[in-house]
């Protein structure tokens, strides 16, 4: 599977995740950010976002697992250094990563994206 394919998949991905859990009450979201690199080779962050919400650790927790297994079985860098974390390193047909996503299992008490400012 290519890297745009990847891309609209994970898109669609969320889209009907966010519709479908969008007015429930929800205990833990399963952030995601995705950095890429410019022409120069310089990191460029996109703004973490949430993918996903679910009403307990394990279930969030799950959709992490499935996604590992996902990834693991195309040309990706896999990283899982906790249960509630994982990255995954896209590359190009030189081996360069050019790609990646990072997501994070966190209480719904918890923004990786720090305090809001008033």
Same mark, same amino acid.
């Given at each position: ?23 429930? =009450? ?21 703004? !973490? ?5 679910? !009403? ?36 190009? =047909? ?25």
């Amino acid at each position: 599977m290519n890297s745009k394919r990847l891309v609209v998949l994970v898109v669609s991905l969320r889209m009907l995740v966010l519709a479908t859990s969008a007015s429930a =009450k929800c205990g833990w979201v399963l952030w995601q950010r995705d950095d890429t690199f410019d022409a120069r080779g310089a990191l460029v962050s996109s703004p !973490t976002a949430i993918f996903a919400t679910y !009403t307990t650790s394990a279930e969030c927790v799950a959709a992490i697992d499935r996604l590992e297994r996902q990834w693991q079985e195309q040309e990706t860098v896999v990283a899982r250094d906790a249960k509630t974390t994982l990255a995954v390193m896209f590359r190009d =047909k030189t081996q360069r990563i050019t790609k990646s996503i990072s997501l994070l299992c966190a209480p719904d008490t918890v923004d990786p994206r720090g305090p809001k400012g008033k």
